[in-house]
């Protein structure tokens, strides 16, 4: 019997493992900070920005990122519809209101038509979230953000490998989050990263993301504002600084598996796959099959096909709007229609032809159904 096929997991490899027995071993007292440190300064390096600071989560990067920027109660924060939690939690922590826009049914990223139309004297930022390794228009919203006078905050938890005019994804708004969570295409376990090319900002979030103690502080243990503890262990930068040491390596599997799962489905009508629209490259981190509405086929229908091939499957993100923490955003229809005629894929990076030839089974058995 075939083994169930994971939607995700991570490349380990013996120089993942080397670098954390090294910090578990010898990374600690005066050499606590010597694998972070190391982090920073190759992820920085890989996208471009002059700093960079390892975190908790992304989730952790960007609330600092924002708490850093002055959101707070009273502003509003524009974002796509479609998102995970993640990207909204730390708005609503902050006090802020985040504002839900619809997505473009190409990209399933913003609309930046809707992002403009939505824009009020409250808006204090735009989140840019790259979805599922897909470029969001970093140019219509750097002019709108440049002419409202609105910051726009690249979400690339995503969107490592992926690029917009040979920039990479994280690299071009006033600050960048990423994610290094189990199921990324660069792991830390758990862990994120903030990064920007503001050395005011950066400054901001050093204090913020140590319990706001200034480095320059010349008394120990002497924060001078509150503060949050959102660092990253050593030992889980010791395995993040082996990842990005195999980064394009990562990267260049995720595009294999992608590029593998148009060959299988080629030929086959009334579905779409994640776009790669010029001026961008998409990392393609988690392929994703969309059904056309003539087929009827429906997100329901299609957890039950993957669950009896033995084939783990991920729905596509519902709404925010539709979550019960947020009020329905009726007028979002593409964000609400995709979702419900969608799936991601297993893509996980050690995935051989044989496995991806299972799940294209499924999609061409339920498309005959």
Same mark, same amino acid.
């Given at each position: 019997?075939?083994?169930?096929?994971?939607?995700?997991?991570?490349?380990?490899?013996?120089?993942?493992?080397?670098?954390?027995?090294?910090?578990?071993?010898?990374?600690?007292?005066?050499?606590?900070?010597?694998?972070?440190?190391?982090?920073?300064?190759?992820?920085?390096?890989?996208?471009?920005?002059?700093?960079?600071?390892?975190?908790?989560?992304?989730?952790?990067?960007?609330?600092?990122?924002?708490?850093?920027?002055?959101?707070?109660?009273?502003?509003?924060?524009?974002?796509?519809?479609?998102?995970?939690?993640?990207?909204?939690? *730390?708005?609503?922590?902050?006090?802020?209101? *985040?504002?839900?826009?619809?997505?473009?049914?190409?990209?399933?990223?913003?609309?930046?038509?809707?992002?403009?139309?939505?824009?009020?004297?409250?808006?204090?930022?735009?989140?840019?979230?790259?979805?599922?390794?897909?470029?969001?228009?970093?140019?219509?919203?750097?002019?709108?953000?440049?002419?409202?006078?609105?910051?726009?905050?690249?979400?690339?938890?995503?969107?490592?490998?992926?690029?917009?005019?040979?920039?990479?994804?994280?690299?071009?708004?006033?600050?960048?989050?990423?994610?290094?969570?189990?199921?990324?295409?660069?792991?830390?376990?758990?862990?994120?990263?903030?990064?920007?090319?503001?050395?005011?900002?950066?400054?901001?979030?050093?204090?913020?993301?140590?319990?706001?103690?200034?480095?320059?502080?010349?008394?120990?243990?002497?924060?001078?504002?509150?503060?949050?503890?959102?660092?990253?262990?050593?030992?889980?930068?010791?395995?993040?600084?082996?990842?990005?040491?195999?980064?394009?390596?990562?990267?260049?599997?995720?595009?294999?598996?992608?590029?593998?799962?148009?060959?299988?489905?080629?030929?086959?009508?009334?579905?779409?796959?994640?776009?790669? *629209?010029?001026?961008?490259?998409?990392?393609?981190?988690?392929?994703?099959?969309?059904?056309?509405?003539?087929?009827?086929?429906?997100?329901?229908?299609?957890?039950?096909?993957?669950?009896?091939?033995?084939?783990?499957?991920?729905?596509?993100?519902?709404?925010?709007?539709?979550?019960?923490?947020?009020?329905?955003?009726?007028?979002?229809?593409?964000?609400?229609?995709?979702?419900?005629?969608?799936?991601?894929? *297993?893509?996980?990076?050690?995935?051989?032809?044989?496995?991806?030839?299972?799940?294209?089974?499924?999609?061409?058995?339920?498309?005959?159904?």
């Amino acid at each position: 019997m075939a083994d169930r096929i994971a939607y995700t997991k991570p490349s380990i490899t013996e120089l993942e493992v080397a670098y954390a027995t090294d910090a578990a071993r010898n990374g600690w007292g005066a050499h606590c900070y010597d694998y972070i440190h190391r982090l920073e300064r190759e992820f920085a390096a890989h996208v471009g920005t002059r700093y960079a600071i390892a975190t908790s989560s992304c989730t952790g990067a960007m609330q600092l990122g924002l708490a850093a920027t002055g959101i707070g109660p009273g502003d509003e924060v524009i974002m796509a519809d479609t998102n995970w939690i993640a990207s909204v939690a *730390p708005v609503v922590h902050l006090g802020a209101t *985040p504002v839900f826009v619809d997505i473009l049914e190409d990209t399933w990223c913003l609309d930046p038509d809707q992002v403009e139309a939505a824009i009020t004297p409250r808006t204090k930022a735009i989140i840019a979230v790259h979805l599922y390794g897909s470029m969001c228009d970093m140019d219509r919203l750097l002019d709108i953000g440049a002419r409202h006078g609105v910051v726009v905050i690249e979400d690339a938890a995503e969107a490592i490998g992926s690029l917009w005019r040979g920039k990479r994804a994280g690299s071009m708004g006033a600050f960048g989050t990423f994610s290094f969570h189990g199921t990324k295409t660069v792991t830390t376990g758990e862990g994120g990263m903030f990064v920007t090319d503001d050395p005011a900002l950066f400054e901001r979030v050093t204090t913020l993301s140590n319990h706001g103690r200034d480095p320059k502080e010349p008394r120990q243990f002497f924060p001078t504002i509150t503060g949050y503890k959102f660092k990253m262990a050593n030992v889980s930068a010791a395995i993040g600084c082996a990842q990005v040491e195999r980064i394009s390596e990562l990267i260049e599997g995720k595009r294999t598996i992608m590029q593998r799962y148009r060959d299988l489905l080629e030929g086959i009508n009334g579905i779409s796959l994640n776009a790669e *629209p010029k001026p961008s490259v998409n990392g393609y981190w988690m392929p994703t099959v969309v059904f056309d509405r003539d087929t009827g086929v429906t997100r329901e229908m299609l957890i039950d096909a993957f669950g009896q091939a033995d084939i783990d499957a991920r729905v596509f993100f519902w709404p925010l709007s539709e979550l019960p923490m947020f009020s329905p955003c009726p007028q979002n229809t593409a964000a609400r229609d995709i979702a419900g005629r969608a799936i991601n894929l *297993p893509s996980y990076h050690d995935m051989d032809l044989d496995a991806q030839a299972r799940v294209a089974e499924v999609i061409r058995q339920i498309n005959r159904s």
